[in-house]
């Protein structure tokens, strides 16, 4: 079971920046994907990035060029650099750590952390 803590967000206004960190319990290197995912009131979860073992990163097309996803295998921490924040980034943000194990997928979540855009 992996324990994953965010911290990070906050109260930002439009253009402004932020940088969320995720802390896992466990070794990143025993973990296949770190991801984070945003959830707004009344929509679904939604991929913003993730970054595999390999440092293969992905981007959802919404944060193309804003976000930047980077983990330290060392600290076993996951960050998500935002810049050129948007109202409409506002969403609480959670952590992903995906292990892959006999070829079943095993997800885990963080409490997820509230990023609110506003002027």
């Known amino acids: 079971q992996v324990q994953l803590v965010e911290s990070g967000g906050g109260l930002v206004q439009p253009g402004g920046s932020l940088r969320l960190s995720c802390v896992a319990s466990?070794?990143?290197?025993?973990?296949?994907?770190m991801a984070w995912y945003r959830q707004a009131p009344g929509k679904e979860r939604e991929l913003v990035a993730s970054?595999?073992?390999?440092?293969?990163?992905n981007y959802a097309d919404f944060v193309k060029g804003r976000f930047s996803i980077s983990r330290d295998n060392v600290k076993n921490t996951v960050y998500l650099q935002m810049n050129s924040l948007k109202p409409e980034d506002t969403a609480v943000y959670y952590c992903?750590?995906?292990?892959?194990?006999?070829?079943?997928?095993?997800?885990?979540w963080g409490q997820g952390t509230q990023v609110t855009v506003s002027s």
């Open positions: 992903k750590a995906e292990k892959h194990f006999l070829g079943i997928r095993n997800n885990y």
């Open positions: 466990e070794s990143a290197f025993s973990i296949n994907v």
């Open positions: 970054m595999s073992n390999g440092d293969v990163s």
